[in-house]
């Protein structure tokens, strides 16, 4: 089991910008991929962005690609999430997930067998 503990939401404006941490903990030797996903009041839980924990290589969704960016620090088995240019679109509950077992792409929320608690951002016009 790995657990999760996330930080950095808040209020920001449009056009701010504004990073998230996870770090993660107890069985944290098996994790394959971290990721972020975000749910929007009324909308399905949508990814954002991962990153496999052997070779370092990112994937994000088109909505946010070239805005935000995802980093590691293995030292501290902590995942960032830089955010850039917030939109108002952007305003969700943001939620880091691991991942402990294989699986092809880490882009689905079934990929994810663990979650954190999710932090609030909210991007005002």
């Known amino acids: 089991q790995v657990q999760l503990v996330e930080s950095g939401g808040g209020l920001v404006q449009a056009g701010d910008s504004l990073r998230l941490s996870c770090a993660a903990s107890?069985?944290?030797?098996?994790?394959?991929?971290m990721g972020w996903f975000r749910q929007a009041p009324g909308k399905d839980r949508e990814f954002v962005s991962r990153?496999?924990?052997?070779?370092?290589?990112?994937y994000y969704a088109d909505s946010v690609k070239g805005r935000f960016a995802i980093s590691r620090d293995y030292a501290t088995n902590t995942i960032y999430l830089q955010m850039n240019s917030l939109k108002p679109e952007d305003t969700a509950v943001y939620y880091c997930?691991?991942?402990?077992?294989?699986?092809?792409?880490?882009?689905?929320?079934?990929?994810?067998?663990?979650w954190g608690q999710g932090t609030q951002v909210t991007v005002s016009s």
């Open positions: 107890g069985r944290s030797f098996s994790i394959y991929a």
């Open positions: 997930a691991a991942a402990t077992r294989g699986s092809l792409n880490y882009i689905r929320s079934a990929d994810f067998g663990s």
């Open positions: 990153i496999r924990w052997s070779g370092g290589s990112t």
